[in-house]
């Protein structure tokens, strides 16, 4: 029913792509990252909660068009809803009923609270694709709130030596997430690179309640940044922009932090590990949840997944994606 080709997963029933990195006339689109979200094809269609996300990310003559989650719309001889995936605002999986019953194509997903989204809701199906970004039982996340206590912590420490605070994140999702966090055991404004104020925006109209996030140009010249909570993208390490912030410590906010030799690899000072995707357990009750006998895994460590829910007894197989090809998927993680 569903189908690998050139631009990617396939519906020849609909007549429509999900997540396509080519260029096709109707693309179904799981949630707003750049690795499922891409420019060129001539018309979308996603979740309402992601249209304002993709319509800054693609401009205005983009054709984008929405509908609730949960509100089934007949596509050429399927019956298709999105249903919220509790990754970032607007992420969705997308079910397909058709000539071989249910698939649901969860596109990134997580099953941790986050208060800038929907939660997850396990949708029933007969096949089930799955992404495997931290697909090895060594991913296992902690709390959301002790994460936050310590990144808390790790900025009144920088504070009482005089250095500025920096936590590389995620434009889309992770910086919302870390903004709504905080605003809960602080009221402390922080700072956000240029880069990130449009996206963060995005989400204050939709409601989305966050800390206040100014940028550098907004504050007046010549106080001291020292003491300062900064976010910015991890594209921004290492440019001209840095050199305005004075002495500072770095961090990056990602599940990749869960593993040491990544942390020294990338030499920042600390590791958060806060991540919008399902970790190990997560995968496994998710899958579970939606009673699919047929599981196809995408996206990261897709092939020890696979072979696991294999020897589970479970018919399991693996989708190959574009954009691991590239190897560019860092920045979502
Ligand atoms: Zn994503
Ligand atoms: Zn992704």
Request: proline share 7%.
């Amino acid at each position: 029913m569903l189908t690998e080709t050139p631009a990617g997963l396939y519906c020849a029933e609909g007549d429509f792509h999900i997540d396509p990195w080519g260029s096709v006339p109707r693309a179904l689109i799981t949630h707003a990252h750049g690795d499922h979200a891409r420019l060129g094809s001539q018309a979308y269609l996603c979740a309402d909660a992601c249209a304002p996300l993709l319509a800054r990310r693609f401009g205005p003559d983009t054709t984008i068009e929405s509908v609730p989650y949960g509100r089934p719309i007949t596509l050429g001889r399927t019956v298709v809803s999105f249903h919220p995936a509790g990754h970032v605002l607007g992420s969705a999986q997308i079910r397909v009923e058709g000539s071989e019953g249910v698939w649901v194509i969860a596109g990134d997903y997580k099953r941790a609270a986050d208060p800038t989204c929907a939660p997850f809701e396990p949708v029933p199906c007969d096949t089930f694709i799955t992404e495997s970004t931290f697909g090895l039982p060594i991913y296992r996340w902690d709390a959301t709130s002790a994460v936050i206590a310590e990144l808390m912590e790790w900025w009144a420490a920088n504070r009482d030596r005089g250095l500025t605070s920096i936590v590389f994140c995620y434009t889309i999702g992770k910086a919302q997430r870390l903004l709504a966090e905080l605003a809960r055991v602080t009221d402390r404004p922080v700072l956000a690179h240029g880069m990130m104020m449009p996206m963060i925006e995005v989400y204050r109209a939709a409601g989305v309640h966050m800390l206040p996030a100014q940028t550098l140009v907004d504050r007046p010249r010549g106080i001291s940044l020292a003491g300062e909570l900064v976010l910015a993208p991890p594209s921004a390490r290492g440019t001209p922009w840095m050199r305005k912030l004075g002495d500072i410590s770095d961090a990056l906010a990602s599940g990749l932090m869960r593993v040491r030799g990544v942390r020294r690899q990338r030499a920042y000072d600390r590791g958060f590990v806060l991540s919008d995707h399902a970790d190990w357990p997560a995968l496994l009750d998710t899958i579970r949840e939606t009673g699919a006998s047929r599981v196809l895994t995408t996206h990261g460590h897709a092939e020890p997944l696979a072979r696991y829910l294999q020897e589970q007894g479970l018919d399991a197989g693996i989708i190959r994606t574009a954009w691991e090809d590239e190897g560019g998927t860092d920045d979502y993680e």
